[in-house]
T-cell receptor, first 116, second 109 residues
């Protein structure tokens, strides 16, 4: 299957700092990328959907000024958590879809964010 | 009613057992269907896309019933390594992917 990478895999930061997470599709062009958040023992929660070159579409309740998403190319999307707080500590996972007619979604390995 | 619903689980089965998971979806216009598995503290991994005619991959068989808006996953000869949470995912064209809550499977020695 297609490969999606995420960096960093784990980050610990102080409250008030900003953290940038990168998501890359390594062997295909990602027409759409998704950002999810998952708290322990809970389901994935979609945060936003982004298409290359356009503004991300945020889900209800997700602050776009706090979670900045940039999808600058067909292989790279970034999520920046601005002014992070302890309640932002979570597992952040990106995914990407390409041009397959079946629209499979391939996930990155996730980034575990801990805000102290 | 949630858009995608799954068996609540957990399922605890012995090695070698056959286990079936069910999933229903509410949007009759949904176009693509998938089963993912997610191991603890890991990302979901695509297990199978579900085609209208049903499909099989080794010990795994997926079925789709559009009339009943129902998807199933059958695992035969369960292995310890099959222990995971199985996610039913539905894609609505032009909208997004909708995840079911997942069904947890534990295969016991």
């Amino acid at each position: 299957g297609a490969v999606v990478s995420q960096h960093p895999s784990r980050v610990i930061c102080k409250s008030g700092t900003s953290v940038k997470i990168e998501c890359r599709s390594l062997d295909f062009q990602a027409t759409t990328m998704f950002w999810y958040r998952q708290f322990p023992k809970q389901s994935l929660m979609l945060m936003a959907t982004s298409n290359e070159g356009s503004k991300a579409t945020y889900e209800q309740g997700v602050e776009k000024d706090k979670f900045l998403i940039n999808h600058a190319s067909l292989t790279l999307s970034t999520l920046t958590v601005t002014s992070a707080h302890p309640e932002d500590s979570s597992f952040y996972i990106c995914s990407a879809t390409g041009t397959s007619v079946y629209n499979e979604q391939f996930f990155g390995p996730g980034t575990r964010l801990t805000v102290l | 009613r949630k858009e995608v619903e799954q068996d609540p689980g957990p399922f605890n089965v012995p090695e070698g057992a056959t286990v079936a998971f069910n999933c229903t979806y509410s949007n009759s216009a949904s176009q693509s269907f998938f089963w993912y598995r997610q191991d603890c503290r890991k990302e979901p991994k695509l297990l199978m896309s579900v085609y209208s005619s049903g499909n099989e991959d080794g010990r795994f068989t997926a079925q789709l019933n559009r009339a009943s808006q129902y998807i199933s996953l059958l695992i035969r000869d369960s292995k310890l390594s099959d222990s995971a949470t199985y996610l039913c995912v539905v894609y609505n064209y032009g909208q997004n992917f909708v995840f079911g809550p997942g069904t947890r499977l534990s295969v016991l020695p």
